[in-house]
């Protein structure tokens, strides 16, 4: 008897087929960058373009290419969840991130002064 569940899932060949079409497309784009030099940029780099695009159309068919489109849009959903800073909050954050950091660099450069006058006079 046929189970239902095992209707809607592909082969694994057929994923492997489409996984390797995929392959191809992308590289074809990139082999057309370089194959046609004597074609202008624009139309050079419209072949990576489409080869890309359709490479990721076909990979975006396969079984692992269906569960990352999945996960990008659950992401989506997650990060229009997240409370963000305001601009006040993330301006006032950087700030003390950069004081901070010329105050560890400095107490860094002057430790680092005063330990290698210490070892030339030590060795000096």
Same mark, same amino acid.
């Given at each position: 008897?046929?189970?239902?569940?095992?209707?809607?899932?592909?082969?694994?060949?057929?994923?492997?087929?489409?996984?390797?079409?995929?392959?191809?497309?992308? &590289?074809? *784009? %990139?082999?057309?960058?370089?194959?046609?030099?004597? /074609?202008?940029?624009?139309? !050079? =780099?419209?072949?990576? &373009?489409? *080869? %890309?695009?359709?490479?990721?159309?076909?990979?975006? /068919?396969?079984?692992?290419? !269906? =569960?990352?489109?999945?996960?990008?849009?659950?992401?989506?959903?997650?990060?229009?969840?997240?409370?963000?800073?305001?601009?006040?909050?993330?301006?006032?954050?950087?700030?003390?991130?950069?004081?901070?950091?010329?105050?560890?660099?400095?107490?860094?450069?002057?430790?680092?002064?005063?330990?290698?006058?210490?070892?030339?006079?030590?060795?000096?």
């Amino acid at each position: 008897m046929t189970d239902l569940k095992n209707m809607d899932q592909p082969s694994a060949s057929a994923d492997n087929f489409k996984w390797l079409v995929a392959l191809v497309l992308i &590289a074809g *784009g %990139m082999v057309a960058y370089y194959w046609f030099t004597d /074609q202008p940029i624009y139309m !050079r =780099a419209g072949a990576v &373009a489409a *080869g %890309m695009i359709l490479g990721l159309l076909v990979a975006g /068919q396969t079984v692992k290419g !269906r =569960a990352t489109w999945n996960f990008v849009r659950g992401s989506r959903v997650e990060m229009s969840k997240v409370v963000w800073p305001t601009r006040h909050e993330a301006i006032q954050t950087t700030l003390v991130v950069i004081v901070f950091t010329l105050i560890f660099g400095l107490f860094f450069l002057f430790t680092d002064m005063f330990l290698s006058r210490l070892t030339g006079w030590l060795l000096g």
